[in-house]
């Protein structure tokens, strides 16, 4: 199987039901952001963090892949057998917990920092900012995307701040008081 083919060097592309959009389509934006955050959690596992949160980086990568099926999926043709393709309230639930994990051994926030610290650290920064404009892109979609990928992407975002407060705080990174 060839890597191109073709089909979109008119600027269009295909969703799953085979619908033809442009590329410049508010929902390929959508999902195009989420690759892109997805691409930069890849950054954060190859500047290498502890093993404990690099499992759950590489799970999160997972849940991004189906979040991008469920938006590329407008008519909702992803076989519900197909259950990698979306995440679930559990998934929702999880992060939750991570977070509630992680916060316990961080020291409390008493104002606003700064983004920066050790370069993965840096990079979830990053992360947590490409989180947030790709919620903004979902929760304009027409028709609206299903609330619980609002609800993941949202709880991500809160997510990837922690993790870079994790990651750095371990690496013994100052944070930056604003």
Not at 13 to 37: C, H, I, M, Q, W
Not at 113 to 126: C, D, E, K, Q
Request: aromatic share 6%.
């Amino acid at each position: 199987m060839k890597i191109y083919t073709r089909t979109g060097d008119a600027g269009e592309t295909a969703l799953f039901d085979n619908t033809r959009v442009s590329k410049a389509d508010p929902r390929v934006d959508a999902y195009g952001e989420v690759d892109e955050l997805n691409a930069w959690l890849g950054l954060v596992r190859a500047n290498g963090i502890e093993a404990d949160l690099d499992t759950a980086v590489m799970r999160i990568q997972r849940d991004l892949f189906a979040v991008g099926a469920q938006l590329a999926d407008p008519a909702d043709r992803l076989a519900d057998r197909v259950t990698k393709a979306f995440v679930s309230d559990t998934d929702v639930a999880r992060l939750e917990a991570l977070i509630d994990q992680l916060e316990r051994a961080l020291p409390p926030l008493t104002r606003f920092i700064l983004a920066g610290g050790s370069p993965a650290g840096a990079a979830l920064h990053v992360a947590r900012t490409v989180c947030r404009r790709a919620e903004r892109r979902i929760v304009a979609l027409t028709p609206p995307a299903d609330l619980l990928i609002v609800r993941y992407i949202n709880r991500l975002s809160d997510l990837l701040f922690v993790l870079a407060r994790t990651v750095n705080h371990r690496a013994g990174q100052p944070e930056t008081e604003w």
